[in-house]
């Protein structure tokens, strides 16, 4: 069992950053794949970044890709989303999520999830 609680959301101007933070309970978070996603009012649950239970593989949805960065501490039980650029669209819930072992960017692939932090981006 992992239990997740994310931390760092806000209000930001469009242009601004943002980090956010998940930190995990449980003593195998190291093997854990670890995902963020994103959901906005009126739409469904999105692919924002994935990282491997390693940290040696990243992976990013083509919005975010080369503004936000997903990075982990095994020795802190902590996943980290650095958000900069920031735009309106960005906003939304943000959560963390994890599964076992292999990455990937699938929603229905994650077997824990956290409440969310909301991040809401003005222009």
């Known amino acids: 069992q992992v239990q997740l609680v994310e931390s760092g959301g806000g209000l930001v101007q469009a242009g601004g950053s943002l980090r956010l933070s998940c930190a995990a309970s449980?003593?195998?978070?190291?093997?854990?794949?670890m995902g963020w996603f994103r959901q906005a009012p009126g739409k469904e649950r999105e692919f924002v970044a994935a990282?491997?239970?390693?940290?040696?593989?990243?992976y990013y949805a083509d919005s975010v890709k080369g503004r936000f960065t997903i990075s982990r501490n095994n020795a802190k039980n902590t996943v980290y989303l650095q958000m900069n650029s920031l735009k309106p669209e960005d906003t939304a819930v943000y959560c963390c999520?994890?599964?076992?072992?292999?990455?990937?960017?699938?929603?229905?692939?994650?077997?824990?999830w956290g409440q969310g932090t909301q991040v809401t981006v003005s222009s």
């Open positions: 999520a994890a599964k076992w072992l292999a990455v990937t960017h699938t929603r229905s692939d994650y077997d824990y």
């Open positions: 449980g003593r195998t978070f190291s093997r854990y794949a």
């Open positions: 990282i491997s239970w390693s940290g040696g593989n990243t």
